[in-house]
């Protein structure tokens, strides 16, 4: 059964993210794809970090980008997806994280105080289809970029693909 994207709720903003890893030279895109209801990209990021230890640390350091990007441009009701299940339930938990990633956890918990509404949902990764190629592809091409109302173009095909795949 195919599983894609659904938008989110009235003026609620959904982010998907994802990190990709290098193990060799220890970096990670940081990729995000932000959607309002009607499944219009509002903003599209990737940019890599240096100095990531592990493929655990890109994704939780790719969260602590997410919500960075959403205070930034002031969107208040947000859903936060990942296809990883252990980072969503370390940013649900309300315990103190003493794992590998626990200061990104906690620089997140600082954060999340200044949303009106933040849920963080895991999704599979079908539905998370965008930010992988994003987090994928910025990692092999090393391209980073920062667009609003846009993704990068070798984005665009799976972009139209969950478009038309699109419940009426």
């Known amino acids: 059964e195919l599983i894609k994207w659904s938008g989110p709720p009235g003026s609620i903003v959904k982010i998907n993210f994802d ?11 940081s990729s ?3 959607k309002n209801a ?5 903003l599209s990021y990737s940019k890599t970090q240096k100095g990531v230890p592990s493929a655990f640390a890109a994704e939780a350091l790719a969260c602590c980008k997410v ?24 940013c649900q938990s309300k315990s103190q994280d003493r794992s590998q990633v ?11 105080d200044k ?35 846009n993704v990068s173009g ?5 972009k139209i693909a969950n478009w038309m795949r699109e419940p009426y």
């Not at 009607?38 to 509002?42: H, K, T, W």
């Not at 919500?67 to 370390?90: C, F, P, T």
């Not at 626990?102 to 620089?107: E, K, S």
């Not at 990764?125 to 990692?139: D, K």
């Open 19 to 29: 990190g990709a890893y290098n193990g060799c030279h220890y970096k990670s895109p």
């Open 32 to 34: 995000i794809v932000s």
């Open 38 to 42: 009607e499944g219009i990209a509002l």
């Open 67 to 90: 919500v960075q990007i959403g205070i930034e441009m002031q969107w208040l009701e947000i859903i936060i997806e990942k296809d990883s299940l252990a980072i969503i339930k370390k």
């Open 102 to 112: 626990g200061v990104y956890i906690h620089d997140i918990h600082k954060i999340i």
């Open 115 to 149: 949303f009106n509404n933040i849920v963080f949902k895991h999704t599979p990764r079908s539905e998370n289809g965008l930010a992988h190629i994003l987090a994928t592809e910025s990692l092999k091409k090393t391209e980073e970029f920062y667009l609003l109302k």
């Open 154 to 158: 070798y984005a665009e095909k799976q």
